[in-house]
């Protein structure tokens, strides 16, 4: 199936037909107990109310997209407002099904259409049509600003939406309606059914399921080094690289609690979301309480915004947290493309032979004038030349998109 969401390379490969399911041994599980530590230094959180219950949140600039049962809004000034249209066209009305930051926007799935931002407001996607017909409960994006990859939970498929194509995945023995949550990195789709884990192989075309009983999965993220968190009904799951995984109990004693949701961010960290509160993952030990919520009326979502400030939706309530600061040059990004840039781009070069043109990016202003570029060329894996120098991590590549995108920030 063919669409316009991006009018490139729109082929004609077929769908992968069912894909085969491996069962893959019970993981070593080591557990670390104990519930997070009482916020040292408690952030304050500001509350805003909501209409209509909230059910998807994502974070965009420095402001969250909240998606409710009714509408979708944002902070403006002091106050959360529905999120207003531009031009002609359905409005957002009803209920709002799922959210997703990408690299230039967000997507809104909602009962009145598909939608995504510009700016502050809303604009009907050209695709809405195709998309609104698949009946959207969950979606997630593979970051990257050429190759982006918008992985569709479907109510009858999982649908992979990749250079204007949408492929469907069916996946032997699991029920698209029961992915609780999903990761995709890769050619490696991670796929939450209620306590079990798959792991769709997109290249080899094979699912494996983990033999093991995590409890309800809400939510699997990435973080640096190729770490997964995956919140569960029992607690907090992180999975090493290699396949090792550490639980984490969230809870004193015996007990387990649940982890609602976790949310990264480059300069944050990883944090947690329970019924308490939220904590900050430190690897290894419990994790460190950051602020309490008050008692919970319903499940919590969260999000972080560009600059850091952590955005937590539940019931009728957006809660802030202003843990951000805007990304600043001198502080994050010039030692990133120190490292990364300047053995090839100094005058001289400690790199010969390479004739990379001198480009000074310890330089605020040149670093500046050579923003757009830098992101795109990082992002296209053209900087730094494959094979000449390490790639510079996703989590670093971020910092400096985040930086270029927030208004460089000095
Ligand atoms: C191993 C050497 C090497 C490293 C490391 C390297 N570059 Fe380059 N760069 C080159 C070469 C060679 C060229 C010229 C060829 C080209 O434009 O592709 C170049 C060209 C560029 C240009 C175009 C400059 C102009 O004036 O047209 C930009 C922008 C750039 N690099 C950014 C970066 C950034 C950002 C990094 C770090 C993330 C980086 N490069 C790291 C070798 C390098």
Known sequence: MCLVLQLVGCGSDPDPG???????????????????SDPVMPVEATTFGTKGYVVALDGLGSMPVVGTTVEASTVMGDELAAMEIWGEGPTLTGRVNAIVRRAGNVLVAADSGVFHTLDDKLVLSPA????????????????????EVIWIVAADALYELKSGKLLKWSIEGATPAAITALLATGDAVYIGFGAQLYILDTKAQKATIIDYDFGAINEIISGPGGVLHIATSQGLFERKAEGVYTQYTMADGEAVAEVDDIAFDAKQGTFI??????????????????ATLGEQKAPRLMAFDDIGNLWVGEDQTVYRLPLGSKIGFAEDVRPILEKHCMACHADPPTIQGENAPAVNFLDYDTATEYGASTVL??????????????????AEFEIVKRWQEGGQAP
Do not use: C, F
């Open 18 to 36: 069912p894909v085969e399911t491996e069962k893959a041994p019970p993981p070593e599980v080591t557990i670390v107990k104990g519930a997070p």
């Open 128 to 147: 809405s049509d195709t998309l609104s017909a698949l009946d959207i409960q969950s979606m997630h994006v593979t970051s990257g600003v050429a190759n």
């Open 273 to 290: 979301v329970t019924s308490t509160g939220i904590s900050l993952a430190t690897g290894d030990a419990a994790p460190v309480g950051m």
């Open 377 to 394: 060329r990082i992002s296209t894996g053209q900087m730094p030349p494959a094979g000449k120098a390490d790639p510079v991590p996703p």
